[in-house]
């Protein structure tokens, strides 16, 4: 995988345009370009010589993302400076985190729960049957619920639970959850 600079208003213009959570600059890129694997590619060499044609091909070794650039990017894109209400960033925050690593995200919240209510469960009838006004609400891209009737103090602690359990830095964690 190469790497380019881009200035922070090309960035910010890609960032704009992503579909889903995760989603990398390479795929962004691609959708806009209508550029599939494997597809002919014009290189331009500097100076008078005519262009070569080269093959892209798929890359068979799958990039593990880099989960606090993922964070990071996420709390600096338009789709989340976009959502005015605490309840939309956290959802946005939670569904990150589960598209990040599904397996820590469940058992980080398994164990998660107050003194009579469950705040996450894969179904929105065990939510309700721990608290009728807890307002479950499903998390986009995850098979779970959570309840959301909570202030956003308990937001923020159920952010940094899931967080440290994940490992991500403090200083990540924190600037997350200052931002619900």
């Not at 990540?172 to 200052?178: Q, T």
Request: net charge neutral; glycine share 4%.
């Amino acid at each position: 995988m190469k790497t380019i600079e881009v200035d922070e208003e090309l960035y910010r213009y890609i960032a704009s345009h992503t579909q889903h959570i995760g989603e990398s600059a390479s795929d962004i890129l691609r959708r806009m370009l209508n550029f599939k694997s494997g597809q002919p590619v014009q290189v331009k060499k500097l100076g008078n010589e005519e262009p070569e044609e080269a093959v892209q091909t798929k890359n068979t070794q799958i990039t593990p993302q880099n989960p606090v650039r993922v964070v990071r990017e996420l709390l600096l894109s338009d789709a989340y400076a976009e959502k005015n209400k605490a309840i939309d960033r956290f959802m946005l925050i939670l569904s990150t985190l589960y598209s990040l690593d599904s397996t820590i995200f469940a058992n980080a919240t398994e164990s998660m729960h107050g003194r009579t209510r469950v705040y996450f469960a894969g179904d929105e009838q065990t939510l309700l049957a721990a608290g009728k006004q807890s307002k479950p609400r499903h998390i986009p891209g995850t098979p779970y619920w959570v309840i959301t009737n909570t202030n956003t103090n308990r937001k923020r602690s159920m952010v940094e639970a899931i967080m440290q359990e994940m490992q991500f830095p403090a200083n990540v964690i924190e600037k997350a959850c200052s931002t619900i």
